[in-house]
């Protein structure tokens, strides 16, 4: 047994209606309503029982019913009220004392059962009936928290069309293999993870990526799991099985971070611990000591105790983090936000400053080649068609520009950066010697990356780096030599500039631009709105172009030419500056630096393991303005739970100390009780609406 699963069982000991919050989620979402229904059922009765029974007692004898006859009638209804209102109770009480354990069920059954020895027949009754209605408003509220989540899980199909040697047939979704052929046709979801072969249509990818728009899709792109098809009928190879897709490791991931504890939780869960214990012993005491001590009944005495041990119960107090951690990371995973667990989203809420990485986070990254320049000796296009073969595994953006430059200048073929094809073909390259397109294709070795810096490869059977300045300067310690006021240059038009060599000569330069991002000027004003006051750029690439995007943007500030440990370095000097702080990159190598932030948000996740892994929030898509609704949505519920924290503790305070002096009815302990936790579960449940 895990040790989330042991902890959730040890607090379920101490109060089982508590752990309704804190549980896994999914089917028992569905199953939870069926139940919630009887509970309403028996509630429902029990209620006009109740009031029958009042009716009875008070008016019988006025309507001419023989007084003694209306009071036995009324106390039969009384007690089938109780019995009614109880039956689900009492079941669980009686399940929970047969493995030793005391719950509030067991504590209400005693109470009542305690009423009525003293002959308060309608005070049990009472009891009974209240904490029935809460203990279902509870169970409804704790539903509605839940089905953000249950929602993701109907998102795909049970069953997908594949074509197996040349026949369709519809097939269980899940024994779908990677690699087979699935039709999608208009309207239908997507059953897997996969990339289409053929068809072209619109595709509404709002539940895994929250874009709103339906995107395009044709041959060569990447579809997720749980979209919706729109006109086109679509023709698609599975690159997942369906227990690896994309939404199953969101619904993975927000189940487990339900099962995780916010740091306000872990500190409930010890006192909660200890209060429980001790308002018991203070129970015991208060029924025994004073009729002991000073002689007389003990009736009222234990009338007091029941009270104090129905206080003794902090349902409130440990539902108070966990259903608003539910509500507020079922509400992000609908928008395409990935928050992983309570402590990231109160991180997230104490956030005082954020730092950026510039490419492919506030540029769009999808940059393009504006400018090369070649060394005496060499063509441009020797020097872009070296350079397209260095890169030809390589992930990053600016390759990913080198590439479909020398493709587009018939250099190498279309395509590139996947596993399969390579550069062997077609290469119009050259070497430190060459001039122009040598006869034979170059041979390419041991295409290495090196992260944040660039790529090396063996090409014609010498070392070839593409990268940047620092790569060249500092790592192989290469000035740029005759090329530097052409690299200089370049660099104040706020060009990325990579540099094209070898261990001792840079052969060439590629000037690479990329647009800053559109929504990134609107997202970066949104931060300043949610009151984040500091933000900065901290980037691996040149300071001109890093100068050039901060200011474009207001940042308060840039670092440049910082490696990825640099990165992860900065990311803690600024913390230390400025308080919590954020971290936002793209996940692939900027891992160091999203796991030193307070919080590290990773972007356009969708798709990549790594990502979702490296961060604490996980963007589905490449909207850069999710990260001040996750901001804000961290700080809403750091202070939904701090409302609920102060209302449970402050009416479980007065509870205490009326109980304890006799003034607390039994029926008003129960509804301190189940009330309030009521009270707290429909605060947390606000966090589900709100306009962002
Ligand atoms: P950023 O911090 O802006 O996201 P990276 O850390 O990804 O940038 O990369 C920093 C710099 O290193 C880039 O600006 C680029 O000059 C260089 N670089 C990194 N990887 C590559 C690559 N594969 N090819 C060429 N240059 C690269
Ligand atoms: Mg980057």
């Not at 170059?442 to 593409?466: D, L, M, Q, T």
């Amino acid at each position: 047994m895990t040790g989330a699963a042991d902890r959730s069982r040890a607090r379920a000991a101490e109060c089982p209606t508590c752990a309704v919050g804190t549980e896994g989620a999914g089917e028992r979402v569905r199953e939870g309503q069926a139940e919630l229904r009887r509970r309403l059922r028996l509630a429902g009765l029990s209620g006009l029982l109740l009031v029958g029974a009042a009716a009875v007692g008070w008016l019988g004898p006025a309507a001419g019913l023989d007084p003694p006859r209306a009071e036995v009638l009324a106390a039969v209804m009384y007690v089938a009220s109780a019995v009614l209102g109880g039956w689900l109770v009492a079941g669980k009480a009686f399940r929970a004392l047969r493995s030793r354990a005391v719950n509030f069920e067991v504590l209400v059954v005693v109470a009542a059962a305690g009423a009525a020895a003293i002959g308060d027949l309608p005070e049990a009754a009472l009891v009974v009936f209240l904490f029935s209605v809460g203990e279902s408003l509870e169970a409804a509220g704790v539903s509605r928290t839940r089905r953000a989540i249950g929602a993701l899980l109907d998102l795909v199909p049970r069953r997908a069309l594949v074509r197996r040697g040349g026949v369709e047939e519809e097939v269980p979704a899940e024994e779908v293999a990677v690699g087979e052929t699935v039709v999608i046709r208009p309207g239908e979801r997507f059953p897997v993870d996969g990339r289409v072969l053929s068809g072209r249509s619109f595709v509404d990818q709002a539940p895994i990526t929250g874009e709103s728009m339906p995107v395009p899709k044709g041959p060569g792109d990447e579809v997720f799991a749980g979209s919706v098809n729109g006109q086109g009928s679509l023709e698609v190879v599975s690159t997942r099985r369906a227990e690896d897709t994309t939404l199953a490791r969101i619904i993975h991931l927000v189940e487990e971070a339900e099962r995780e504890k916010a740091g306000h939780q872990k500190t409930i869960d010890r006192f909660a611990a200890a209060y429980t214990p001790v308002v018991t012993a203070l129970a015991v005491a208060v029924a025994v000591v004073p009729p002991l001590v000073l002689g007389g009944p003990f009736g009222p005495y234990v009338y007091r105790a029941l009270a104090l041990l129905l206080v003794a119960c902090p349902c409130a107090l440990v539902l108070s983090t966990p259903v608003a951690v539910v509500a507020a990371i079922g509400r992000a995973a609908r928008r395409g936000v990935l928050i992983k667990g309570g402590s990231a989203l109160e991180a997230a809420g104490r956030v005082r400053a954020v730092a950026f990485d510039k490419t492919g986070t506030l540029t769009a990254g999808r940059p393009e080649v504006s400018d090369i320049v070649a060394s005496d000796g060499l063509t441009e296009e020797g020097v872009l068609g070296l350079a397209a073969a260095v890169e030809w595994r390589s992930e990053h953006p600016v390759a990913g520009a080198i590439r479909r430059e020398a493709a587009r200048r018939g250099l190498v073929p279309a395509g590139g950066g996947s596993a399969g094809s390579g550069p062997s073909t077609g290469f119009a390259a050259a070497s430190a010697a060459g001039t122009g397109p040598p006869a034979a294709p170059p041979e390419v070795r041991n295409i290495e990356s090196i992260p944040g810096r660039g790529a090396k490869a063996r090409v014609e059977g010498r070392n070839h780096y593409v990268g940047s300045r620092a790569l060249f300067e500092r790592d192989l310690g290469v000035p740029p030599g005759p090329l530097a006021p052409a690299a200089r240059a370049l660099e104040e038009r706020g060009n990325t500039v990579v540099y094209v060599g070898t261990s001792d000569r840079v052969l060439g330069l590629i000037a690479v631009s990329d647009t800053v991002r559109e929504e990134a000027a609107e997202a970066v004003e949104g931060l300043r709105r949610a009151g984040v006051g500091r933000l900065y750029l901290l980037t691996g690439d040149n300071p001109a172009t890093a100068s050039s995007v901060a200011e474009r943007l207001g940042l308060d500030g840039y670092r440049a030419e910082l490696s990825p440990e640099d990165k992860a370095a900065a990311v803690r000097t600024l913390a230390a500056e400025t308080g919590p702080l954020a971290m936002v990159g793209d996940g692939v190598n900027d891992a160091p630096a999203l796991a030193a932030a307070s919080v590290g948000i990773a972007m356009g996740a969708a798709g990549t393991d790594q990502a979702i892994e490296a961060a604490d929030i996980a963007l589905m898509d490449d909207d850069l303005r999710q990260v001040s609704f996750a901001l804000r949505l961290g700080r809403r519920t750091v202070g939904v739970i701090r409302q609920n924290i102060g209302l449970a503790l402050g009416v479980k305070a007065a509870a205490l100390v009326l109980a304890a002096a006799g003034l607390l009815p039994l029926w008003l302990a129960v509804l301190a009780d189940t009330g309030n936790t009521v009270l707290v579960i429909a605060n947390a449940l606000r966090l589900l609406g709100g306009r962002e």
